[in-house]
């Protein structure tokens, strides 16, 4: 049995790489870092299926000393401090874990389980101010954010380590992908929440920031199919992983409103404390390398994934017995 360890647990592509992994048969090794209020909810549902271990991307010691004990198949490096406005206002922290936190796992793996694969979460946001579009593994890198940055350190470094040490290391470019476990604070899940708080009358509006921005929004469920299809190629590589559509935010707010029979212009307003001090406007990514060479596909579309947001937040205010008092419900789901 192949073992395959997970930063990044508690996040949502950490539980939803753990269900996949569990399902091909793996023993998951996942790391969460120590809190005083542990959240384990994105994966309560397996957390008895999984060996968890606790260690911090700040720390070298616990990193070395977790590769050490378990001598991993395969490392999955998700852990980030992964919200692009926090990182204005966080940039040194996001430089330490999201930037050099891969160096502290590339140095871990290089010296207690160098015949690992690694696989880092590098991300669409590198490409920032795009050169080009749609934008491929090819694309200069021109980040706007200090998480941008980050990211781009990371990914060098990863690249790097599998040039000079002849290390197993993959780097994964993947564009937005959103779930209904997706943090509250990525627009995506932001819409969802207040579409159906709206609905069952706990809210009456929503107030967002930049809404031309675009993004190349997929669903976490298909990504992390492809970050496992990496480490199993001959060949070690750099894959962009996207959808190759794009749709602004206000198109999603269109969709995510009309699931319940509203109208987004009733409801949006746009408050400024929400914009960026520089803003990625457009992402649009180019997955031909990824479906041809791994074979990998994405399986929900833009209105799929809209749809299977919002219904995942009218279901868990159905299941506590309320009712909404706006618009309607889709009809899967009265
Ligand atoms: P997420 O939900 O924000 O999860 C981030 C995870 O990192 C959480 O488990 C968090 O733990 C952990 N973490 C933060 N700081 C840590 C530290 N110092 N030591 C150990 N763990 C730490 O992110 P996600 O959406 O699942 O994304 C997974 C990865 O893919 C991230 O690296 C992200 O930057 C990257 N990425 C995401 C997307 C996307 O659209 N989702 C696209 C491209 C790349 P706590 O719960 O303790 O905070
Ligand atoms: N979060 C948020 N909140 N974003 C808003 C809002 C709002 O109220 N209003 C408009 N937006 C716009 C942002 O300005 C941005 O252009 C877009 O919506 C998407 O924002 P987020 O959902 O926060 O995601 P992101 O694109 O900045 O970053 C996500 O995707 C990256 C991949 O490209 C994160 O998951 C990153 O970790 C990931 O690397």
């Not at 962009?240 to 602004?248: H, L, N, P």
């Amino acid at each position: 049995m192949k073992t395959a360890f997970i930063t990044g647990i508690t996040g949502q592509d950490g539980s939803y790489l753990a269900e996949h992994l569990l399902d091909l048969g793996y023993k998951v090794v996942a790391m969460m870092r120590r809190s005083a209020t542990p959240d384990t909810s994105r994966f309560a549902h397996i957390e008895d299926r999984l060996t968890i271990c606790h260690g911090d991307l700040m720390d070298q010691s616990s990193l070395m000393r977790l590769m050490s004990e378990h001598k991993p198949d395969e490392i999955y490096n998700l852990a980030a401090q992964s919200f692009v406005h926090a990182s204005f206002h966080e940039p040194i922290h996001t430089s330490e874990v999201t930037g050099l936190g891969v160096m502290r796992m590339l140095e871990a793996v290089r010296l207690c389980a160098p015949k690992a694969r690694f696989y880092q979460a590098s991300s669409s946001e590198m490409f920032g101010d795009v050169f080009e579009t749609p934008q491929t593994e090819t694309t200069p890198f021109h980040p706007r954010s200090p998480y941008g940055v980050a990211k781009v350190y990371g990914h060098w470094a990863t690249v790097n380590y599998r040039e000079s040490y002849d290390m197993f290391a993959c780097s994964g470019i993947l564009f937005n992908h959103e779930s209904p476990r997706r943090g509250t604070e990525f627009v995506t899940r932001k819409i969802s929440d207040h579409v159906a708080a709206i609905a069952f009358g706990e809210k009456n509006q929503l107030a967002l920031g930049n809404l031309d921005a675009q993004r190349d929004w997929g669903f976490a469920g298909d990504y992390v199919r492809g970050m496992h299809l990496m480490l199993q190629h001959d060949k070690a590589d750099d894959y962009v992983i996207s959808t190759g559509t794009t749709q602004t935010v206000r198109e999603f707010c269109k969709i995510a409103f009309e699931r319940v029979g509203l109208n987004y212009e009733d409801y949006v307003v746009v408050d400024p404390k929400f914009f960026r001090p520089a803003e990625v406007e457009l992402l649009l990514g180019d997955a031909t390398k990824a479906k041809e060479v791994l074979g990998w596909e994405p399986e929900v579309d833009f209105q799929g994934l809209v749809e299977m947001m919002v219904d995942a937040d009218l279901k868990r205010r159905m299941v506590m017995g309320n009712s909404p008092t706006r618009g309607s419900l889709p009809e899967g789901l009265v």
